[in-house]
Structure formats: C-alpha cells, structure tokens
C-alpha cells in the first residue's frame, strides 16, 4: 500500500510513526525541531490520515507498508521512532529488517501481547470504537458539534481534541471519518493479542521511553526487554501518561536529541 507521508529538514533520515487514532500532523511541532539535523519523513499507517483504507489491518500489514515506502524513498538506513502502535510496528521492522534500521526509539509501548482488560484499562479501546460507529457525521455542520457526543465518555476534553483531527470535510460539504473505524474496530482484537517480534534481532541501538503516568510499559517489560536486547537504555519522563511527546515536548526532545547524537 502507498502509504502519505509527509517530509521536512535534511540530513539523517528520521522516520516517526504514530499511534493508533492519530497521523503524521501529530508530530509536526516535534519534527520541526527535529528536522534542523535529519530529514524527516512521517507517514500515515493504512487507515489513518490521508493514507488509503483497507479491511486488512495488522503489524505485518503495516511492517509491509513501511517497507514499501523504504524502498520508494530509496532508504538504505535510517533512525525509527515509532510511538504506541506505531512503537509495535517499529519494532516489528527493526527485527525484520535490521540491516535498514541505524537506531529504534519505542515510545510508551512494549513488545508484547496486552490482555482486552488490561488495555481497557488504559484506554477503552473498545467503548471508544462502538461510540465513535455510532457518531453519524452527516447531521451535523462542525467538527465541534459532532464530536460533543463525546464529551460524556471523556470528561478531559483530551480524546474529543485529539479525534477532531479523524473528521475531514468532503467535496459535497459532508463530514467523515479519516480513520477507517470499521477495519480498526474488526482487528483490534489482533492488534492486541497477535504480537510477537524477535527482539534479539534488533541489533541496533535503542531506547525506550515510557511516560511515568502511563501502565503501558512496567518494571517487569524492562527486565525482560534487557534480556533479550544487549545494546537497549531505558528512560521514563516525569509526570507524562502515554502521550509523552505532546505533554512534555521539551524533556522528550531532550532524551531523543541526546539518544541520536551519542
């Protein structure tokens, strides 16, 4: 799949890859710092953003779609960031393809299966989907007024923000959905469950970052990640849940920036 993308800077090459829900436009305060040293190149994985859609929605899918996106920007080697999903689909690359991959940072994620109700716990993945099929577009003329329907379920505003970015305005004037809520609400369940990556393949340097708020990564993820990674460092920013690049940008700069300059 041909996956958009978006490119800034010159330099290294630096690929980010976002997390479930989001898209490339996430990250585009980061890469501007980012992008003074590297080229960066931020794509939109399969049912996110401006990306195609498609039924089949998977690791392996999304490694494939990377992959094809290496070889059409003739990327001999590069730097990969990949946060949440995009950490998995990452990880998955770096192991499938080691000799492309200079350094791997993981962000707020482990390689490892989540149970349903240890995920829910994070984020309700599954009540946000059947909420969000149910948010019928055509009736209504903003962004802000659909997305109110959301307001009983996150109390924060946090979600409602971040989901206004998922409604784009089509050439006959209605609203839809730039995420394929559809496919990604069939395969949950697989993106969940069904990962398994070979870490000892991943021979690069890497490092993990975990938000100090945030359960997705733990204590024991770190022991066990150790185990099988000899060349991996560990850092944890201060008072950030899992979306440790938009709440704390500076300090996840910093541990970046040092991480690819050593």
């Known amino acids: 799949m041909e996956l958009f993308y978006r490119e800034t800077g010159e330099g290294k090459n630096l690929v980010i890859l976002h997390g ?5 436009d996430n990250w585009v305060s980061i890469s501007k710092e980012l992008s003074k040293n590297n080229k960066i190149i931020m794509p939109d ?17 999304m490694t494939d779609d990377l992959e094809e996106l290496f070889n059409k920007l003739k990327l001999n080697s590069a730097i990969l960031i990949g946060h949440s999903l995009g950490g998995k689909v ?41 909420l969000l099929k149910d948010v019928d577009l055509s009736k209504y003329k903003s962004r802000t007024e659909a997305l109110d329907e959301l307001s009983s379920f996150d109390k924060s505003g946090r979600l409602k923000f971040f989901m206004m970015k998922n409604i784009r305005r089509e050439k006959d004037g209605k609203m839809s959905w730039k995420i394929n809520i559809k496919a990604i609400a069939d395969n949950l369940t697989i993106i969940l469950n069904e990962y398994s990556v070979n870490l000892s393949n991943i021979t690069c340097p890497t490092l993990f970052i975990k938000g100090e ?14 185990k099988k990674m000899t060349d991996v460092k560990f850092c944890t920013i201060k008072d ?18 040092n991480f690819i300059n050593e």
Do not use: C, Q
Not at 20 to 24: D, I, P, R, T
Not at 51 to 60: G, L, Q, R, T, Y
Not at 93 to 112: H, M, Q, T, W
Not at 240 to 257: G, N, R
């Open 240 to 257: 950030a849940t899992h979306w440790v690049h938009s709440e704390k940008p500076e300090e996840f700069l910093t541990e970046v920036i």
């Open 20 to 24: 479930l829900y989001g898209a490339s």
């Open 45 to 61: 994985l399969r049912n996110h953003g401006s990306s195609p859609h498609s039924n089949e929605f998977s690791i392996s899918s």
């Open 90 to 130: 990452a990880m998955n690359f770096a192991s499938k393809y080691p000799d492309k991959i200079e350094k791997l940072i993981v962000v707020d994620i482990a390689p490892r299966n989540y149970t349903k109700n240890e995920f829910e716990e994070r984020n309700n993945h599954s009540e946000l989907i059947g």
């Open 213 to 226: 708020k945030s359960n997705y990564l733990t204590k024991s993820d770190f022991e066990n990640i150790s």
